[in-house]
């Protein structure tokens, strides 16, 4: 990441509730705002959005339990309670939270939990606690694929499911490394984070008091179109926007796009 105005990047790793460490950066300043990729991904997710956006803000971006450059789990642990970890980190009581899939899924469930944390949410391509997903040859595979431990046979339904466009579309090639790199590690935190409280965001969308942006590609997968209406139509003042050339991987397929939209509904 190049440098930005204001404080320049800088890398920590932040303890992580019940033992390990999350590595996280930071940069930018302004009024916070916390990335959180998804699953089986990290943080690199954020590597066209995050030099423009740490223009305008103090931006933190974090790796999950288990993924990129976090320490892999021992035992059972709550994604919530790690992003409440980075934010007592960092010393921010309240910040703006933008997630993509799962990510958007943890940034949702904590402002249930912790409203007064919650400056705003940007849900990118966002999955939705309790959100019941039809059974489909694809869950079946990805079940099996978990059940044998299974790395490649992961990696290549992540990337033929959600990364529709292929590599040879703008990021393709990052995705893909981050999803081979991932895939054995995702395994892992997957089997730990099945230990996690049991949640269901989808039934409270009315209590969401933060100021929500929904976002999703138009060549996303027909599930997440599915969730992402009924988010902006459930939360309370949500904006939904369909991107267009994008797939489940949006920040690095159409960065620019995202990126506006971003600033103005943090702004």
Aim: proline share 7%; glycine share 10%.
């Amino acid at each position: 990441m190049s440098q930005s105005a204001g404080r320049p990047p800088s890398e920590v790793h932040v303890p992580a509730p019940g033992g390990g460490r999350l590595w996280a950066e930071r940069a930018g300043s302004g009024s916070p705002v916390v990335l959180l990729h998804g699953a089986g991904m990290d943080s690199r997710l954020w590597d066209a959005v995050l030099p423009e956006l740490a223009r305008h803000h103090d931006v933190i971006r974090y790796d999950a339990r288990g993924l990129g450059r976090s320490a892999a789990p021992e035992r059972p642990f709550d994604d919530v309670e790690d992003l409440r970890a980075v934010l007592d980190h960092f010393g921010l009581a309240r910040a703006a939270l933008v997630g993509l899939s799962m990510g958007g899924e943890t940034a949702l469930d904590f402002a249930l939990a912790h409203p007064d944390r919650v400056a705003a949410l940007g849900l990118v391509g966002a999955s939705v606690s309790g959100h019941d997903w039809p059974p489909s040859p694809e869950t079946t595979a990805y079940a099996e694929a978990r059940r044998r431990g299974d790395a490649a046979a992961l990696a290549g339904l992540e990337l033929s499911v959600w990364a529709a466009m292929g590599r040879a579309a703008p990021g393709g090639e990052l995705i893909a490394a981050m999803v081979e790199e991932n895939a054995a590690r995702r395994i892992v935190s997957e089997y730990f984070l099945g230990g996690a409280p049991t949640r269901s965001a989808e039934a409270r969308l009315g209590e969401v008091a933060a100021p929500a942006l929904v976002v999703h590609g138009d060549r996303d997968h027909p599930e997440i179109a599915a969730i992402a209406q009924r988010l902006a139509a459930g939360i309370p003042g949500a904006r939904g926007h369909l991107v267009p050339a994008a797939d489940h991987y949006l920040p690095l397929r159409t960065p620019e796009r995202l990126t506006e939209l971003l600033l103005a509904h943090l702004a």
